[in-house]
């Protein structure tokens, strides 16, 4: 079986500083990991994913995300904030076999203070 | 390209009443979802087809709910009879195939009230 936990359903940051949300996971077979995130009244968009080429990923809108399998952590970051970043986050992670849906994480409400 | 399509964006009913929700998939995807998104959670998967073939429905339940994907393209996912704690945000995606990691991509949502 396969959870991911995120540590924090809101967080607030100034804008210019630093975004960091963490995400956890467990799985019993070398996952694929993926953050999402959801504007208000719009669907998911992939952020990055993970499927086990580079450990650090870079994905869009200046994003990044570390895998680092000792930790079972794959934390988002982004140098520097900006006000257009405020939305709620989805770390995920599926097994990649054939039954390959995704098993998502509660989310972060990420807010971004002028 | 044109994305994952999904109607009605909104619906309310009824406890007791049935509802249907339709999704049409980005074009030569293989591999289509079902997820539900209750309201402060992250999307919960239903149900996922490979072609027109279910290869994981362990989360549907299926006494209420059921879905189909004639002729590997459209799907349509039913809930009969609704319940209260089915008020949530019905999402539909699509990937290229399943097994590597690969993206899917979700449509807009409908949500669903029940009353």
């Known amino acids: 079986a396969q959870s991911v936990t995120q540590l924090g359903s809101h967080v607030s940051v100034s804008e210019g500083a630093l975004v960091l949300l963490r995400c956890n996971y467990s799985?019993?077979?070398?996952?694929?990991l993926f953050w999402y995130v959801q504007y208000p009244n719009q669907g998911l968009q992939l952020l990055l994913k993970?499927?086990?080429?580079?450990?650090l990923v870079k994905g869009i809108n200046g994003f990044e995300a570390e895998f680092k399998k000792s930790e079972t952590s794959f934390h988002l970051t982004k140098p520097s904030a900006h006000m257009s970043d405020a939305a709620e986050y989805f770390c995920?992670?599926?097994?990649?076999?054939?039954?390959?849906?995704?098993?998502f994480g509660k989310g972060t409400h990420l807010i971004i203070q002028p | 390209e044109a994305g994952v399509a999904q109607s009605p964006r909104y619906k309310i009913i009824e406890k007791r009443q049935s509802v249907a929700f339709w999704c049409n998939p980005i074009s030569g995807h293989a591999t289509l979802y079902w997820y539900q998104q209750i309201l402060g959670q992250g999307p919960k998967l239903l149900i996922q087809f490979q072609n027109n073939g279910v290869v994981d429905d362990s989360q549907l339940p299926k006494d209420r709910f059921s879905a189909e994907r004639l002729k590997g393209v459209d799907s349509t996912l039913k809930i009969q009879p609704a319940k209260l704690e089915d008020s949530a945000v019905y999402l539909c995606?699509?990937?290229?195939?399943?097994?590597?990691?690969?993206?899917?991509?979700f449509g807009p949502g409908t949500r669903l009230t029940v009353l």
């Open positions: 995606a699509s990937s290229l195939a399943s097994g590597s990691g690969g993206e899917q991509f």
């Open positions: 993970y499927t086990s080429a580079a450990t």
């Open positions: 799985s019993s077979v070398p996952p694929y």
């Open positions: 995920a992670v599926s097994s990649g076999g054939g039954a390959d849906g995704l098993t």
